[in-house]
């Protein structure tokens, strides 16, 4: 791993330069209109179009919608993929039970049938889950997807030694004690999930779990036919029972999907399937990536993360009917792993909490509009419980000179006065996060605390990152990453982040290494609550736990600045995809 260093001058004076450059432009483009959340301009012209509404709604069919993006999936198999761009480029191949609304915004939210007639029938006090498949639902090559076909997809999120790095929470809901061994050992399989016939699958929870059919429609529920599981190898070719299929993937570099002459439209009422074909062409440079997308050549970003600072400038300056300014689910942080020293002291977390400038950092990610505001806790907007004001650390205030005086004195406290050195570890396909590991670089450094800058392969990171092991080994004691809800609630969000039950050997996403049975126990009585006014108030304790501990630093609650081209027809932000595009019913001109 190269390890990169940087002058703290040079890094302060980038930030500073690239957010001058895009707060003037910005300042000139809203008087253009079109500046905030809702969006503005009319259906189909203008910044925002894509905001609260459909730009350039047209059901038209044919063409090639061609994709651009800076990074591969994490994994194209359903059950361990893990990126919300890859859960998004999913509805194209892969279908669930339930799925959520083809709808802008906070309407995407709501869950339709897919696979099923419709919505689960539920009995017995909330434990039992019913559903009856549709009959004219297949596979690419015409056979049926049958109820055991979705019990067998389901079944692999229990061979984790095999097929790491996806959500689990089907997993830990239905079988908390571990107690089966999944599909490649178990050849009997679980008998929690029934298929008494072709058409009908039961799932019989051993306690009721109000969120249950929100993972019902993730990916990880997919589908998989056990013939056609290749088990680690099934994410270099899916097989289909989506409008599309695989014609060719190279990772890394391309993905072309064609159409799916099995897929049934009258089967489907969420996916418009427009396009003939679908490409996808993976870059490492998300300057030239921007160049590309501006110039015409490609129609959306792949990955969703949004223009770097030179093409935010260039599009906001000539092209600003193209780009959306969408609210995102996301919050972008810094995570200190417990098991790296000095991290295992909550004093030497807080001081490099204080000691950050998370004003820098906030200008380094693009500044309020094309970065977002500033972070104060680890509960995004969208999911109930999260308030913006809750700042216990003073983040959003950023007073300079008392950040420095409460990071020195939590230095003392942890032993270390004089500071300590650490790494940092960042995605080296992500500018964005590499100007603010060097951004928090800086600031860090005035209080004492040298951090080096290590990228990684951000194409690996479940088996980097994901791993503690890897993670103790090479000394990141502060990992820069970013997260939004599986599903909109603290369960959707947080749990794979700070349960216990999630710490995992690979692809692990609790960098925090947090285990405490307070935190534990809070969303157990999350889970087990079936009010809504109280499931609120155990989403901002679990929250406010969070924030004691001193694990995070919130860099940004996201916005971005995304684009689209003039080719590109039916798009819209959706909530179900934190904001992204729905990439299921973008169509070409």
Same mark, same amino acid.
């Given at each position: 791993m190269r390890i990169v260093r940087f002058l703290r001058t040079s890094s302060r004076r980038r930030a500073a330069a690239s957010a001058a450059v895009?707060?003037?432009?910005?300042?000139?483009?809203?008087?253009?209109g079109g500046g905030g959340d809702e969006g503005g301009g009319s259906e189909g012209a203008g910044r925002n179009a894509g905001v609260g509404k459909v730009a350039n709604a047209s059901d038209k069919k044919g063409g090639t919608l061609k994709f651009i993006g800076t990074q591969d999936a994490d994994s194209w198999d359903t059950t361990r993929g893990y990126y919300g761009f890859a859960w998004?480029?999913? *509805?194209?191949? !892969?279908?669930?039970?339930?799925?959520?609304?083809?709808?802008?915004?906070?309407?995407?939210?709501?869950?339709?049938?897919d696979l099923a007639k419709g919505l689960a029938e539920v009995s017995n006090d909330g434990k039992t889950y019913t559903y009856t498949l549709k009959d004219d639902v297949k596979w690419?090559?015409?056979?049926?997807?049958?109820?055991?076909?979705?019990?067998?997809?389901?079944?692999?999120?229990w061979a984790q030694s095999v097929l790491p790095g996806g959500p689990v929470y089907i997993k830990q809901t239905m079988d908390p004690d571990g107690e089966f061994e999944g599909p490649y050992k178990d050849k009997d399989g679980f008998a929690g999930i029934e298929t008494p016939d072709d058409?009908?699958?039961?799932?019989?929870?051993?306690?009721?779990?109000?969120?249950?059919?929100?993972?019902?429609?993730?990916?990880?529920?997919?589908?998989? %036919?056990?013939?056609?599981? !290749?088990?680690?190898? /099934? =994410?270099?070719?899916?097989?289909?029972?989506?409008?599309?299929?695989?014609?060719?993937?190279?990772?890394?570099?391309?993905?072309?999907?064609?159409? @799916?002459?099995?897929?049934? *439209?009258?089967?489907?009422?969420? %996916?418009?399937a427009l396009p003939d074909k679908i490409t996808v062409d993976?870059?490492?440079?998300?300057?030239?990536?921007?160049? %590309?997308?501006?110039?015409?050549?490609?129609?959306?970003?792949?990955?969703?993360?949004g223009l770097?600072?030179?093409? *935010?400038?260039?599009?906001?300056?000539?092209?600003?009917?193209?780009?959306?300014?969408?609210?995102?689910?996301?919050?972008?942080?810094?995570?200190?792993?417990?098991?790296?020293?000095?991290?295992?002291?909550?004093?030497? %977390?807080?001081?490099a909490i204080y000691g950050a400038d998370h004003k820098s950092i906030q200008t380094a990610r693009g500044g309020p509009i094309a970065g977002g505001d500033i972070g104060t806790n680890m509960l995004p907007p969208m999911v109930p419980g999260s308030d913006k004001d809750f700042d216990m650390y003073g983040l959003a205030k950023n007073d300079g000179a008392a950040n420095v005086k409460m990071a020195k004195e939590e230095l003392k406290?942890?032993?270390?006065?004089?500071?300590?050195?650490?790494?940092?570890?960042?995605?080296?396909?992500?500018?964005?996060?590499?100007?603010?590991?060097?951004?928090?670089?800086?600031?860090?450094?005035?209080?004492?605390?040298?951090?080096?800058?290590?990228? /990684?392969?951000?194409?690996?990171?479940? =088996?980097?990152?994901?791993?503690?092991?890897?993670?103790? @080994?090479?000394?990141?004691?502060?990992?820069?990453?970013?997260?939004?809800?599986?599903?909109?609630?603290?369960? =959707?969000? =947080?749990?794979?982040?700070?349960?216990?039950?999630?710490?995992?050997? @690979?692809?692990?996403?609790?960098?925090?290494?947090?285990?405490?049975?307070?935190?534990d126990q809070a969303f157990q009585d999350f889970i087990d609550s079936q009010d809504d006014a109280e499931k609120t108030k155990i989403a901002e304790s679990i929250n406010t736990k969070v924030m004691e501990g001193a694990y995070y630093l919130p860099f940004t609650f996201e916005k971005i600045l995304t684009w689209r081209s003039d080719r590109a027809t039916n798009v819209y932000s959706t909530y179900a995809y934190s904001g992204q595009y729905d990439f299921s019913s973008v169509g070409v001109k």
């Amino acid at each position: 791993m190269r390890i990169v260093r940087f002058l703290r001058t040079s890094s302060r004076r980038r930030a500073a330069a690239s957010a001058a450059v895009v707060a003037a432009l910005l300042s000139t483009a809203a008087c253009g209109g079109g500046g905030g959340d809702e969006g503005g301009g009319s259906e189909g012209a203008g910044r925002n179009a894509g905001v609260g509404k459909v730009a350039n709604a047209s059901d038209k069919k044919g063409g090639t919608l061609k994709f651009i993006g800076t990074q591969d999936a994490d994994s194209w198999d359903t059950t361990r993929g893990y990126y919300g761009f890859a859960w998004n480029f999913m *509805r194209y191949y !892969t279908r669930q039970l339930v799925t959520p609304a083809a709808a802008p915004g906070e309407k995407g939210l709501e869950l339709k049938p897919d696979l099923a007639k419709g919505l689960a029938e539920v009995s017995n006090d909330g434990k039992t889950y019913t559903y009856t498949l549709k009959d004219d639902v297949k596979w690419q090559d015409g056979k049926p997807v049958t109820s055991m076909d979705v019990k067998y997809g389901i079944e692999r999120q229990w061979a984790q030694s095999v097929l790491p790095g996806g959500p689990v929470y089907i997993k830990q809901t239905m079988d908390p004690d571990g107690e089966f061994e999944g599909p490649y050992k178990d050849k009997d399989g679980f008998a929690g999930i029934e298929t008494p016939d072709d058409k009908t699958i039961v799932f019989n929870l051993p306690k009721a779990n109000s969120d249950f059919e929100e993972m019902l429609a993730m990916p990880s529920a997919s589908p998989v %036919r056990e013939d056609k599981d !290749t088990r680690s190898k /099934y =994410g270099q070719n899916p097989f289909s029972n989506g409008p599309y299929k695989f014609e060719s993937y190279e990772p890394n570099k391309s993905i072309v999907l064609v159409r @799916n002459g099995e897929w049934e *439209r009258a089967s489907d009422t969420v %996916r418009k399937a427009l396009p003939d074909k679908i490409t996808v062409d993976l870059i490492t440079n998300a300057n030239e990536m921007d160049k %590309r997308l501006i110039a015409g050549n490609y129609d959306l970003d792949l990955n969703g993360t949004g223009l770097s600072p030179a093409g *935010r400038a260039n599009a906001l300056q000539d092209h600003e009917a193209n780009v959306d300014n969408p609210t995102m689910g996301y919050i972008r942080y810094a995570v200190f792993p417990q098991h790296v020293k000095p991290f295992d002291n909550i004093h030497c %977390r807080k001081a490099a909490i204080y000691g950050a400038d998370h004003k820098s950092i906030q200008t380094a990610r693009g500044g309020p509009i094309a970065g977002g505001d500033i972070g104060t806790n680890m509960l995004p907007p969208m999911v109930p419980g999260s308030d913006k004001d809750f700042d216990m650390y003073g983040l959003a205030k950023n007073d300079g000179a008392a950040n420095v005086k409460m990071a020195k004195e939590e230095l003392k406290k942890c032993g270390k006065p004089n500071g300590f050195k650490t790494k940092i570890a960042v995605r080296n396909n992500k500018p964005v996060e590499v100007d603010s590991a060097e951004a928090l670089q800086a600031s860090l450094a005035e209080v004492g605390i040298e951090a080096s800058i290590s990228q /990684y392969d951000g194409a690996q990171t479940s =088996g980097i990152i994901g791993n503690p092991d890897v993670v103790k @080994n090479k000394g990141y004691g502060i990992i820069i990453m970013g997260w939004g809800p599986d599903f909109n609630t603290v369960q =959707g969000y =947080g749990m794979p982040l700070w349960h216990s039950d999630y710490i995992l050997d @690979n692809g692990n996403n609790n960098f925090a290494m947090i285990d405490e049975p307070e935190i534990d126990q809070a969303f157990q009585d999350f889970i087990d609550s079936q009010d809504d006014a109280e499931k609120t108030k155990i989403a901002e304790s679990i929250n406010t736990k969070v924030m004691e501990g001193a694990y995070y630093l919130p860099f940004t609650f996201e916005k971005i600045l995304t684009w689209r081209s003039d080719r590109a027809t039916n798009v819209y932000s959706t909530y179900a995809y934190s904001g992204q595009y729905d990439f299921s019913s973008v169509g070409v001109k």
